[in-house]
């Protein structure tokens, strides 16, 4: 069984993730099975992990709003863009008017809702700490990054790298774009006051934070 | 010019070794976002496509193809031109 490790709330984003192998199918819809059985067998525990912790934060939010649901009269549809949720209500089938992302790692998965009144975007990105090629790390930072990673010592990079990676790709998923938009014309600038996310050499508004879960994995959240 | 049979072939093997995986798993249908482990190997496949050929490929070209199929498409397509 899976373990849920964590649920929280924060201002008004609901957070899961969970952690361990899926053993069986839980709580699936039949287009969710559908989706599940045109995976690669390889893919198949983290995606069932990224929809146990996506389910979960749904959860949470329609409790919120006094509202309590089986999992299995949750839907969530990726198709290329953002995860649509759908609702099985007692008067028929909605779509819930909520921000949902996704994020999983090699066997952890993190899921964070927020409702589309509160902001008008949210990404999440986990991804295990780790070294990344030198070309991968000259392709996808920009100038002003690349000097900052050059001056740290040896042991302080992979950490450097995995975060940064995962604020643009958070920051791209909150634009619902994904890689379609080149990580280089993201930048990340670490300031007293906080992360700021600049795109194509302008400042934004996205909301940054991130986090080290088990000491082996960052959990970067944009909102917008 | 090499047939599309051909290009499937060089592109099955390439994605295989680039992606550290069994090349059977790589298919005329695959996409390319679940052939790939997490966003950054996706990110460092495209960065490979952009650099193996030896016609011009910008990221805003290769970030539009989603499964084998379309990659094999856009170099023939390209090796055509040539």
């Known amino acids: 069984m899976n373990a849920i490790q964590s649920t929280n709330q924060e201002g008004r984003i609901y957070t899961a993730i969970v952690k361990g192998a899926q053993k069986g199918i839980l709580n699936l819809t039949n287009k969710e099975l559908d989706n599940y059985n045109q995976l690669l067998e390889d893919k198949r525990g983290d995606w069932l992990l990224g929809r146990q912790a996506a389910k979960q934060v749904v959860v949470d939010f329609l409790e919120s709003n006094h509202q309590e649901i089986d999992k299995k009269r949750i839907e969530i549809i990726s198709s290329g863009g953002p995860p649509k949720v759908f609702v099985y209500g007692e008067s028929g089938v909605y779509e819930l008017n909520a921000h949902l992302s996704i994020s999983h790692c090699g066997g952890v998965a993190a899921a ?92 934004t508004t996205a909301q940054a934070k991130w986090t080290i879960e088990d000491e082996l994995y960052i959990l970067a959240t944009i909102t917008l | 010019m090499k047939s599309k049979q051909e290009i499937f072939k060089d592109l099955q093997n390439f994605v295989a070794q680039t992606l550290n995986i069994d090349s059977e798993q790589v298919n005329h249908d695959s996409k390319l976002v679940e052939l790939s482990a997490d966003s950054i190997q996706l990110f460092e496949l495209l960065l490979a496509f952009e650099n193996t050929y030896d016609f011009e490929v910008s990221y805003e070209d290769v970030v539009k193809l989603r499964t084998v199929d379309d990659v094999v498409e856009f170099v023939y397509e390209q090796e055509s031109k040539n």
């Open chain 1, 112 to 203: 964070k809702i927020i409702d589309k009144n509160d902001v008008i975007g949210l990404g999440v990105d986990l991804e295990r700490v780790r070294t990344f090629k030198d070309e991968t790390i000259k392709s996808f930072m920009s100038e002003q990054e690349y000097k900052t990673f050059l001056g740290l010592p040896t042991d302080k990079r992979p950490l450097f790298c995995t975060r940064l990676w995962c604020l643009k790709e958070a920051y791209l998923k909150a634009l619902g774009v994904g890689l379609s938009i080149h990580p280089q014309r993201v930048e990340i600038w670490d300031t007293p006051d906080g992360v700021l996310v600049r795109k194509d050499g302008r400042p």
